[in-house]
Nanobody, 121 residues
Framework: QLPLVESGGGLVQLGESLTLSCEAP????????IGWFRQAPGKERVEISC????????NYADSVQGRFTISRDNAKKIVYLKMNSLRVDDTATYFC??????????????WGQGTQVTVSS
């Protein structure tokens, strides 16, 4: 088991920024690729970004490319999702998930409970 916990969500205005964090208290994340997903009300959960275990490989969905940045600090056992220029349609519950990588294979074994991001106009 890997008890992933997301934090950093909240209510922001259109165009503002937020940084989400993903941790597994008591566990190292070094061996896992980490993906970020989001699920808007009434919609399916979609993957928006992934970072390989070492951080060398990162990918993004078209919807967030150029606005969101995924990063990790393995020494601090944390993965970040920096979200800039937030839009109303970024409103969703955001989840992180761990893939026993090292690369982003799209096979996620562990999930967090999610953190809510709401963007107001």
């Amino acid at each position: 088991q890997l008890p992933l916990v997301e934090s950093g969500g909240g209510l922001v205005q259109l165009g503002e920024s937020l940084t989400l964090s993903c941790e597994a208290p008591g566990y190292a994340l070094d061996y896992y690729a980490i993906g970020w997903f989001r699920q808007a009300p009434g919609k399916e959960r979609v993957e928006i970004s992934c970072i390989s275990s070492g951080g060398a490989s990162r990918n993004y969905a078209d919807s967030v490319q150029g606005r969101f940045t995924i990063s990790r600090d393995n020494a601090k056992k944390i993965v970040y999702l920096k979200m800039n220029s937030l839009r109303v349609d970024d409103t969703a519950t955001y989840f992180c998930a761990a893939d026993q990588g090292p690369g982003c294979r799209g096979r996620y074994d562990f999930w967090g409970q999610g953190t809510q991001v709401t963007v107001s106009s």
